[in-house]
């Protein structure tokens, strides 16, 4: 283009009427591309005078600042006659963050505006993630750490316990530590498990089966604090997709919650059923129930109202369910009881939900 016009003002003396009037036109068609280019142009485009008054604009200069870029260059202290770049946040319509690039021209300071809100958040996502993930392995590593020796230090407190006469005073003090380090124990792989989620291995099952596993493990505590297990279990039952360590973990968490939720004497209701999309698991016990507020937060991590929980049961729990492709619902009155529902999908329907992408 330059060279053109250079060109053009060279031999403009030597030009007849009708090379002028050729070259008009050449001239003419080149502008309108160009003031097309510039009129549509996704950057937006202002040109400032000397003074950084605003000489021309471009639509999307006025989209992307939301008012009219006179009225917004004031506002902007832009760098007259440089080149620079910079972020500016605007707020209206919506709050968008724009990157303005300027450079010196002729007739003063070209500014060029582009929206990159989605680029921004995107790192700051992807830092976020990274972040997340450091700090997760700082803490397993650090949990380790910690287990090894506290494993050593249950061993050789059981060997004490082991040794020591029957009548000796310093039984009960061990005991304590013993029962100490365990629960430590199990915080510990509480956290650990938390943090490094296994993913289910899926297979066709029957829900019954982890269920009853399950039931047969706690069976001692219901018969100990004489609570009354009802269950409503169909003897045929469709195959869901199912990691059946993990769902007999999932029934375990349930379980005790509710046994620690129910007074001596209780009663737990456990039933199955299934309709033609799902496997419906359903836990309904008539304990303490559950205040607003530990609803609200219900299956978040740490959340616990027991002296000695660690809040991780539900949030596991949780997350093994969606890992199942299911949901886990709750329900609960404080004061009279709380229902947990499972639900898992059919395996038909998941190899149709598969299908249909
Ligand atoms: P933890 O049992 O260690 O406290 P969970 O994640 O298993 O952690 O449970 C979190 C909280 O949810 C419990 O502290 C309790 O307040 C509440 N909760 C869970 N299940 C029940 C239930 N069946 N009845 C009453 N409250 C429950
Ligand atoms: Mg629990």
Known sequence: MRNFFKGVRRHIGRLDAQELRNQY????????????????????????????????????????????????????????????????????????????????????????????????????????????????????????????????????????????????????????????????DSILKGFLNALRPSRPNLAPGNIALPLKSCLDTLKAQFVGRSIAVFLDIPAALPTVALDSAQMEQVFFNLLKNALEAIRDGGKIEIAISADDNDVTVSFSDDGLGMDAETLAHLFEPYRTTKEHGTGLGLMISARIVRDHGGTIDVQSREGCGTKFTIRLPRIERRIRALGNG
């Open 25 to 184: 036109n050449l001239i003419a068609d080149e502008a309108e591309f160009l003031e097309t280019l510039f009129e549509t142009n996704a950057e937006g485009i202002i040109v400032l005078d000397a003074e950084g008054g605003v000489l021309r604009s471009n639509p999307a200069a006025k989209a992307l600042l939301g008012m009219e870029p006179a009225d917004a260059v004031k506002t902007m202290s832009i760098p007259l006659g440089k080149a620079s770049k910079r972020e500016i946040t605007v707020t209206y319509p919506e709050e968008k963050t724009l990157e303005t690039r300027t450079l010196p021209i002729k007739a003063g300071t070209l500014v060029y505006l582009r929206d990159i809100t989605a680029e921004k958040a995107r790192t700051e996502d992807e830092l976020r993630i990274g972040a997340t993930r450091a700090v997760r392995e700082l803490a397993s590593g650090v949990a380790h750490e910690i287990g090894n020796p506290l494993n050593a230090l249950g061993l050789n407190l059981r060997l004490i316990e082991r040794e020591l006469p029957a009548e000796s005073p310093s039984r009960e003090p061990v005991a304590q530590c013993i029962s100490l380090v365990e629960r430590l």
